[in-house]
């Protein structure tokens, strides 16, 4: 069992930058670093999409079209911690951020996810 607890999320302006983090518990700290990691986000009447994810080593990373150049994920497996900074925010940022682990060294969609958070909310503002 994996146990995540994401944080960082409020109120951004558009244009601006925020950055969430997720950590594993203490007792899940021993197989972070055998887990690829990911970041969802479900905005208000719509699905839960895939936003970023990245390897267990933190060599290889995957974006979703829409988040591409504006948004970074890295992780510090040192800390058991994943983070996503996301810079030049839109309204459309606007959602729930879900982070989520994956036993799969390339995970891209929600089915390849076992673990989740239960997530931070973020809002930008016009």
């Known amino acids: 069992q994996v146990q995540l607890v994401e944080s960082g999320g409020g109120l951004g302006q558009a244009g601006g930058s925020l950055t969430v983090s997720c950590a594993a518990s203490?007792?899940?700290?021993?197989?972070?670093?055998?887990?690829?990691m990911g970041w969802f986000r479900q905005a208000p009447g719509k699905e839960r999409d895939i936003v970023a994810a990245?390897?267990?080593?933190?060599?290889?990373?995957y974006y979703a079209d829409s988040v591409k150049v504006r948004f970074t994920i890295s992780r510090d497996n040192a800390k058991n911690t994943v983070y996503l900074r996301m810079d030049s925010l839109m309204p459309t940022d606007t959602a729930i951020y879900f982070c989520?682990?994956?036993?799969?060294?390339?995970?891209?969609?929600?089915?390849?996810?076992?673990?989740w958070g239960l997530g931070t909310k973020v809002t930008v503002s016009a």
């Open positions: 203490a007792a899940s700290a021993r197989t972070f670093s055998l887990y690829a």
């Open positions: 990245i390897h267990k080593s933190g060599t290889t990373t």
């Open positions: 989520a682990s994956s036993p799969l060294l390339t995970p891209t969609t929600s089915p390849h996810f076992r673990y």
